[in-house]
């Protein structure tokens, strides 16, 4: 357990429904990341923030998609409208001032 | 942006035996080269990691190399045990301060057999 929490760990949902996921980071860890995994592939990255401020932005974040962090330590990852192609494990991580990312256990989420 | 190659993508070895991975990656800015270690099911766990300014590092059975100049790094597990079996991914970064592109790029991972 490396620290960082994720919720929920599964989700299934109806095509066309809304999905939140929550993060809880590390403790102090000011970077908060989300990647997306796919069956087979690597992790791929969507956004990150530091502190409150979301810093930079995927192309695979699609307008459907938001990530908040509102106080800067917990974040969620809101999916609207969800799409067949939008089933995966949602990945969190964290990062204290130096290199190394902490990841979650992920939320699966299928859509159905 | 980040292009990150791994090979194999499947890596049969008998306990007991050495494992070795391979990646390359494109950007020479990178600075930050980890290696995690996934379990079905679950999230990625760090295992490892080097530096630019660093060529290997070991921590007991596990070992990475680095060859900036080639711009190649490699995972090395020796006396391999059952526990092992997992799938392995590479990622590179340009570092808490590299700006930019600031997370990780993966490889697509090696799933790795450890036979009894």
């Known amino acids: 357990d490396t620290g960082v929490s994720q919720d929920p760990r599964h989700k299934i949902t109806k095509r066309g429904q809304n999905v939140t996921f929550r993060c809880d980071p590390i403790s102090e860890h000011n970077r908060l990341y989300w990647y997306r995994q796919t069956l087979g592939q690597g992790p791929e990255f969507l956004t990150y923030f530091q502190n409150e401020a979301q810093l930079e932005k995927s192309r695979l974040l699609s307008d459907r998609f938001s990530a908040e962090r509102p106080k800067g330590s917990f974040s969620t990852l809101e999916i609207q409208r969800t799409e067949q192609g939008d089933s995966a494990m949602y990945l969190c991580a964290s990062r204290p001032t130096v290199d190394t990312i902490y990841f979650g256990e992920g939320s699966w989420l299928t859509v159905v | 942006g980040e292009n990150v190659e791994q090979h194999p993508s499947t890596l049969s070895v008998q306990e007991g035996d050495s494992a070795v991975i391979k990646c390359t990656y494109s950007?020479?800015?990178?600075?930050?080269f980890p290696w995690y270690k996934q379990e079905l099911g679950k999230g990625p766990q760090l295992i490892i990691d080097?530096?630019?300014?660093?060529g290997e590092k070991k921590d007991q059975r596990i070992a990475v190399t680095l060859n900036k100049t080639a711009k190649h790094f490699s995972l090395h597990i020796t006396e391999t045990q059952p526990e092992d079996s997992a799938v392995y991914f590479c990622a590179a970064s340009k570092g808490y301060s590299g700006g930019g592109a600031d997370g990780l790029t993966f490889g697509k991972g090696t799933h790795l057999i450890i036979q009894p």
């Open positions: 080097i530096r630019s300014n660093v």
């Open positions: 950007d020479s800015a990178s600075n930050y």
